[in-house]
């Protein structure tokens, strides 16, 4: 992982912006540098957030913010991902968010990922468990469940000093499912998770159609569109 490369892709990201468009922002490290890449090049905007930390962040710059119940649309929203495979697929929610990014993702016409060199995977999972959201009753069902089908283990989340269960910003549980041989079909299993009783949402981003991928990399940056 690399901070300079995550600041390429950063700066690079900001150019896509229209001086006073309305745009929605992930969570993370890597969005974190945007907002500054963001400050930085004068550009106005109108930012939809997804999560607490995330508004932190741009109230600490002044920066207007709105919410998806005050806009029609969202043009485009820039966020990270933990995991980017060769068909643009995505594991997010290393930090938790990733039912309201993944909320304000499908709700935006463009999808601009910005991504280090070392998040691009041929498979997805081989590196990075994927993040669900879930009830605490239905722990026991969902641990069952992803082990009789998938042979996988859920992990209950920890924070820094903390013990189990971390709770996300709608006040869930925040686990992890680790898949020992990755995942194979990533769009057939978005959609397995999130129907087990008690899964609110995963961090898997199959189904939006316009997505961009700004890698940096060690000598410069690299653009990966498809979907």
Known sequence: MS???????????????EDGQTVGIGSGSTVNLFIRELVQSGRKITAVPSSY??????????????????????????????????????IKGGGGAM????????????????????KLVKVLGERFPLPVEVIMDAIPLISKTVKQRYSASLVMRTGR???????????????????????SRPELLEEEIK????????????????????????????LLKGK
């Open 161 to 183: 000093g903390k013990l189990p269960p971390l709770l996300s910003d709608n006040g869930l549980i925040l686990a992890d499912i680790e898949f020992p041989h990755g995942i």
């Open 53 to 90: 930390s995330t508004l932190l962040e741009l109230a600490k710059y002044d920066l207007p913010v709105t919410t998806l119940n005050h806009v029609t649309e969202v043009p485009v929203t820039f966020d990270g991902a933990d995991e980017v495979d060769n068909g643009l697929n995505l």
């Open 195 to 222: 129907a087990i009783p008690g899964v609110l949402e995963n961090g898997l981003f199959t189904k939006h159609r316009n997505v961009t991928v700004v890698v940096g990399t060690k000598d410069g940056v690299r």
């Open 99 to 118: 039912t309201r990014e993944k909320i304000l993702a499908y709700s935006s016409r463009k999808l601009v990922i910005m991504v280090d060199s070392s």
């Open 3 to 17: 901070e300079e490369e995550k600041v390429k892709a950063a700066r690079e990201a900001v150019s896509y912006i």
